[in-house]
């Protein structure tokens, strides 16, 4: 449980020296802090506001591997910055994201609600991009925080619609740069021609709602934004969800990064995700060490997590080579490899450093946990609880009785050691019907145990039902492969069938 932590001061002094010694190895002059007009020398005072308010920072990585990261075991690519952030709070070992699929994960997230709940099961496909996305009387986190005075952006993947009412400056957020589906090249060249339609759809950067064209390398360019937004002298605290792509596909390997990769690493594949890893370390360091050297690192509440699971080598599941052992499956199942993800909260202000929380958490629970820490108003109608009781004492209790998960005819539900699920791999026709797990004592679910427990086992699955009550019917079909036909109703009443 909670380590006996240290004086504060001493990871304060530690953090501090050790992200200037890494920014500085790591080639941080390769792009210096921009000065804006009016700035001057960075001010410790810098968005501060009356109240004391902190800032908030949510930094999403995409289909992250969960042991691909130094504090999780991670050592084929050193990532001293993510480490660093863990190191700098608290790491939460049992955190959970509500869907093992980027755009419902996202929603989860914005809303503080089971996205099943809303009709948000799957992604909106590219085909229908331009209608579908995040349902418009669902209010976000950017919602609540720009209601409570502060000043919210988005930096990076947005994948909730590309339609002018679902774009992020109709959901909250006062600035825009970035993507608007559900992946992007990372290479930019200013030859290119933008085009919409494709998986990726290349070369579709927005700054606001108006296309950019650009050179350069996005998580680059999404730190240089994140910069850009934080140094804005205001008296307002500001909100930001920093939404890195990396490292989803497209596994580009960067000119400037590729002699970080070992030699020993062969597959180029993984030599791509191990480029775009070093990428995101570099740019959160940039991004803390810019945050620390403007006084802002110490009142800022920061939250760090994976949209879901590693991709790992399955090409059904987008492929993109990320290890989640020891866990079990990948992005796109209800095994833990597809929602259990690395998650860290990082406030050296209010939360203590070097500690860990184990019990289990979910992504719904950072809407009011921030809008707790900001003083705004918590929706009363939202899943997610507030983390602050719990991550503020010694011995924190469960916040959640359980965990319910739903994405097609997948399923599953925590509550406490135990976890009964329903997972499919997308190659197979049928799933794998209710299994039952101690994750306490076997974190990689390998000793199916419904056959020693069935009253516990029908009792979750009687939980899991329940809970089951409150949701809806998708608001539009997802692709065949992740909502294959034995999740469907009979097609003559599927109002939105698939797009073939
Ligand atoms: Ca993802």
């Known amino acids: 449980m909670a380590i006996t932590p240290r004086p504060r001061y001493f990871y304060r002094s530690v953090t501090f020296c050790f992200a200037v010694a890494c920014a500085i190895l790591c080639g941080v002059e390769r792009a210096p802090l921009p000065v804006f007009a009016g700035q001057g020398v960075p001010s410790t005072e810098k968005s501060r506001d009356e109240k004391g308010r902190p800032n908030i920072l ?13 504090v999780h075991g991670g050592c084929e690519v050193p990532t001293p910055h993510i480490d660093a952030l863990a190191k700098s709070g608290i790491r939460c070992t049992n955190a959970y994201v509500s869907a093992p699929y980027c755009s419902p994960s996202r929603a989860g997230f914005l809303t503080g609600k089971y996205q099943t709940r809303f009709g948000h099961e799957f992604n909106p496909h590219v085909g229908d991009e331009a209608k579908l996305g995040l349902p418009l009387d669902q209010k976000t986190i950017a919602d609540a925080l720009k209601a409570a005075g502060y000043r919210t952006a988005l930096v990076g993947k947005w994948h909730q619609g590309f339609s002018p009412e679902h774009h992020p400056q109709s959901r909250g957020f006062d600035e825009f740069f970035g993507f608007l589906v559900g992946g992007h090249n990372f290479l930019l060249h200013k030859e290119a021609v933008p085009r919409f339609g494709t998986a990726h759809s290349h070369d579709m950067i927005y700054r606001g709602r108006d296309v950019q064209t650009l050179e350069g390398y996005t998580t680059d360019l999404f730190t240089d934004e994140a910069i850009r937004f934080t140094s804005t002298s205001a008296d307002r605290p500001w909100f930001l969800f920093q939404s890195f792509n990396a490292v989803h596909t497209p596994l580009e390997i960067a000119p400037h990064l590729e002699s970080r990769i070992p030699d020993s690493v062969k ?41 879901n699971g590693g991709a790992g080598r399955k090409p059904y599941l987008a492929f993109n080579t990320g290890v989640n052992t020891p866990l079990r499956g990948d992005k796109g199942q209800t095994l833990e490899g597809g929602i259990r993800v690395p998650f860290f909260v990082s406030w050296p202000a209010r939360l203590a450093a070097e500690t860990t929380y184990d019990h289990p958490l979910i992504a719904l629970d950072i ?6 820490a900001a003083g705004a108003a918590i929706p009363d109608d939202i ?5 602050l009781p719990q991550l503020t004492k010694t ?29 499919r791999d997308f190659n197979q026709s049928t799933s794998s019907g209710w299994e ?56 003559s009443t599927d109002p939105l069938p698939t797009k073939p």
């Open 267 to 307: 597959d180029r594949a993984r030599r791509g995700y191990l480029s775009l890893l070093l990428g995101l370390d570099d740019s959160i360091g940039r991004l803390l060490a810019h945050l620390e050297a403007t006084g802002q690192r110490q009142n800022t509440l920061i939250f760090f997590l994976s949209d």
């Open 383 to 387: 899943d997610g609880v507030s983390l």
């Open 395 to 423: 011995e924190p209790d469960p916040s959640h009785p359980s965990l319910c998960w739903r994405f097609g005819p997948q399923k599953a539900i925590r509550q406490g050691d135990w976890k009964l699920v329903d997972w």
């Open 367 to 372: 809407l009011p946990t921030a809008c707790e």
């Open 58 to 70: 949510v930094i999403m990585a995409d289909d992250l591997g969960y042991a691909d990261i130094g």
């Open 436 to 491: 039952l797990y101690n994750l306490r004592e076997d974190i990689g679910e390998a000793h199916n145990r419904a056959m020693e427990h069935p009253e516990l086992a029908a009792r979750l699955r009687g939980e899991w039902e329940s809970w089951n009550q409150r949701n809806v019917e998708p608001a539009w079909r997802g692709s065949k492969t992740e909502d294959p036909p034995l999740s469907r109703p009979p097609e």
